[in-house]
């Protein structure tokens, strides 16, 4: 069966198989024992992290297990999604405590990526609300990994893109809500450092985002639009606002170029004529704007896209952003609208992405001049002492990884220590140096 990432590139042809228990997750592992294989869970990653000629599927292993009602303590299989925990525990007052820009990712990929959402400045990662989770090792054994048992297994797993094994149920905390609306407070910056001053100011937030133009130059360099965000206090408990729309078919690339983004960017930033504009909104808009269109990746037609995103150290961030955003406004590739988030600290986990200060994450449309463009702002992340996204990445080259992942031994080392190594394997961890 032929299988992508969420940026339609590369395409692989893979032998799936998809088990309906643990157990007989086991049994598919001791029949593929001369071949390396991956975890899958929705296939949101964009790049190759979750693509190889052999793949395990959790799309079976979606049970809802167990529920404490005091603690808020959901225990489920891997597969489940986001959002069939949003549908099942928002009208009865939980929250998912960390989230995604998309409910549609497993919670299996989630661990694995160490997804941060628009709290990360205040909460950390998932796996900060990760209570524990059981993994299928090479051997076929399945261990209890939590921050007291095998504490170097949790701690490479999650953040470990499926290099340990597979993940099959986890336990995780959910926070408890009083409404599902979001109060949001938009502010207009006019540029990157205004943009910036708002998010220090209002550190505090329970949650904040800004988008940006990334097509916007000179004194309106990062110019965006700032939204703060904290659940309502008053509201229902309704976990749908309303059917999401779709793109039928792809849309032909020349339909996007830097006059139409241009021209899409300005609407966007202008449609606000009041800064600050308080507003009541259902969380679904407000987290995942993008849910709302189902396909949304067609938009950038049959050779796909990729999603560029770095992180930079607080101290280098405002200098490091700006270089990279003239940069990107100088090419003329840039796409609808920037993510610009403030990160809190670094976790203990061996190659989770987040490092205290800010990351940025922007799609380009895949085209061969693209990848001079991407090496050159690799280069500047690097000097600024930032990384990129693995769950966002389909192409950095090993030296990069190595170079801005320096956990990167002890993570290879776990792996050997629980025989993970040429057991479980990617596209992403055979470019990556870590087969
Ligand atoms: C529109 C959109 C917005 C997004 N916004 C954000 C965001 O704001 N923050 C953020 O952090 N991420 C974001 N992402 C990325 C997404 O959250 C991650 O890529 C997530 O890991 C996808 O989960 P999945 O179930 O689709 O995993 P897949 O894409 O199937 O797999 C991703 C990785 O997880 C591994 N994996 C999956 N299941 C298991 C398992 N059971 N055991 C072991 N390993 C496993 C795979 O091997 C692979 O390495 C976004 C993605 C999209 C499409």
Same mark, same amino acid.
């Given at each position: 069966?032929?299988?992508?990432?969420?940026?339609?590139?590369?395409?692989?042809?893979?032998?799936?198989?998809?088990?309906?228990? %643990?157990?007989?997750?086991?049994?598919?592992? /001791?029949?593929?024992?001369?071949?390396?294989?991956? $975890?899958?869970?929705? !296939?949101?990653?964009? !790049?190759?992290?979750?693509?190889?000629?052999? &793949?395990? =599927?959790?799309?079976?292993?979606?049970?809802?297990?167990? +529920?404490?009602?005091?603690?808020?303590?959901?225990?489920?299989?891997?597969? #489940?999604?986001?959002?069939?925990?949003? @549908?099942?525990?928002?009208?009865?007052?939980?929250?998912?405590? #960390?989230?995604?820009?998309?409910? *549609?990712?497993?919670? !299996?990929?989630?661990?694995?990526?160490? &997804?941060?959402?628009?709290?990360?400045?205040?909460?950390?990662?998932?796996?900060?609300? &990760?209570?524990?989770?059981?993994?299928?090792?090479?051997?076929?054994?399945?261990?209890?990994?939590?921050?007291?048992?095998?504490?170097?297994?949790?701690?490479?797993?999650?953040?470990?893109?499926?290099?340990?094994?597979?993940?099959?149920?986890?336990?995780?905390?959910?926070?408890?809500?009083? =409404?599902?609306?979001?109060?949001?407070?938009?502010?207009?910056?006019?540029?990157?450092?205004?943009?910036?001053?708002?998010?220090?100011?209002?550190?505090?937030?329970?949650?904040?985002?800004?988008?940006?133009?990334?097509?916007?130059?000179?004194?309106?360099?990062?110019?965006?639009?700032?939204?703060?965000?904290?659940?309502?206090? /008053?509201?229902?408990?309704?976990?749908?606002?309303?059917?999401?729309?779709?793109?039928? &078919?792809?849309?032909?690339?020349?339909?996007?170029?830097?006059?139409?983004?241009?021209?899409?960017?300005?609407?966007? *930033?202008?449609?606000?004529?009041?800064?600050?504009? $308080?507003?009541?909104?259902?969380?679904? %808009?407000?987290?995942? %704007?993008? @849910?709302?269109?189902?396909?949304?990746?067609?938009?950038? !037609?049959?050779?796909?896209?990729?999603?560029?995103?770095?992180?930079?150290?607080?101290?280098?961030?405002?200098?490091?952003?700006?270089?990279?955003?003239?940069?990107?406004? $100088?090419?003329?590739?840039?796409?609808?609208?920037?993510?610009?988030?403030?990160?809190?600290?670094?976790?203990?986990?061996?190659?989770? *992405?987040?490092?205290?200060?800010?990351?940025?994450?922007?799609?380009?449309?895949?085209?061969?001049?693209?990848?001079?463009?991407?090496?050159?702002? @690799?280069?500047?992340?690097?000097?600024?002492?930032?990384?990129?996204?693995?769950?966002?990445?389909?192409?950095?080259?090993?030296?990069?990884?190595?170079?801005?992942?320096?956990?990167?031994?002890? +993570?290879?080392?776990?792996?050997?220590?629980?025989?993970?190594?040429?057991? *479980?394997?990617?596209?992403?961890?055979?470019?990556?140096?870590?087969?």
């Amino acid at each position: 069966m032929l299988i992508h990432g969420w940026g339609r590139h590369p395409v692989v042809d893979a032998e799936i198989r998809a088990p309906l228990t %643990p157990t007989s997750a086991t049994s598919v592992l /001791s029949e593929c024992k001369d071949v390396p294989l991956i $975890a899958r869970g929705m !296939g949101r990653s964009y !790049g190759d992290s979750s693509l190889a000629s052999h &793949v395990i =599927s959790t799309a079976y292993l979606n049970l809802l297990l167990d +529920f404490d009602r005091e603690s808020g303590i959901v225990r489920c299989g891997a597969g #489940v999604t986001l959002a069939e925990l949003l @549908d099942a525990f928002v009208p009865q007052g939980w929250f998912l405590p #960390v989230t995604p820009g998309t409910k *549609f990712v497993s919670v !299996g990929g989630a661990i694995a990526s160490d &997804v941060h959402g628009k709290n990360h400045h205040l909460d950390g990662c998932f796996s900060e609300f &990760v209570e524990r989770f059981s993994l299928l090792l090479a051997s076929g054994e399945i261990v209890t990994c939590s921050r007291s048992e095998h504490s170097d297994l949790f701690h490479a797993t999650c953040g470990g893109m499926g290099l340990t094994g597979i993940i099959l149920e986890a336990s995780l905390r959910l926070k408890p809500i009083r =409404s599902a609306m979001i109060d949001q407070t938009t502010f207009k910056a006019q540029n990157l450092a205004e943009a910036i001053e708002l998010f220090e100011k209002h550190h505090d937030a329970e949650y904040s985002v800004a988008w940006i133009d990334c097509l916007a130059t000179g004194n309106a360099l990062g110019r965006s639009l700032v939204m703060l965000g904290r659940h309502s206090g /008053s509201g229902n408990l309704s976990a749908r606002s309303k059917r999401p729309m779709s793109v039928p &078919v792809d849309m032909p690339a020349p339909l996007l170029n830097r006059f139409s983004i241009g021209a899409f960017n300005a609407l966007y *930033f202008h449609r606000i004529r009041r800064s600050p504009l $308080a507003q009541q909104v259902h969380y679904e %808009p407000y987290f995942y %704007p993008l @849910d709302g269109i189902h396909h949304w990746n067609r938009m950038y !037609g049959k050779r796909g896209f990729t999603q560029y995103q770095f992180a930079l150290p607080k101290a280098a961030g405002m200098e490091g952003m700006a270089t990279i955003l003239k940069r990107i406004a $100088a090419s003329g590739r840039g796409s609808f609208l920037a993510v610009l988030k403030a990160f809190g600290k670094e976790n203990a986990n061996l190659l989770s *992405f987040p490092i205290e200060g800010y990351t940025l994450a922007l799609d380009f449309k895949l085209e061969e001049a693209l990848f001079p463009l991407l090496e050159e702002l @690799d280069a500047i992340v690097l000097d600024h002492g930032g990384r990129l996204y693995l769950t966002k990445d389909v192409r950095m080259s090993e030296a990069t990884f190595k170079r801005s992942y320096p956990r990167w031994e002890a +993570f290879q080392e776990t792996r050997i220590r629980y025989g993970a190594q040429g057991r *479980f394997a990617s596209r992403q961890s055979q470019r990556l140096g870590m087969d």
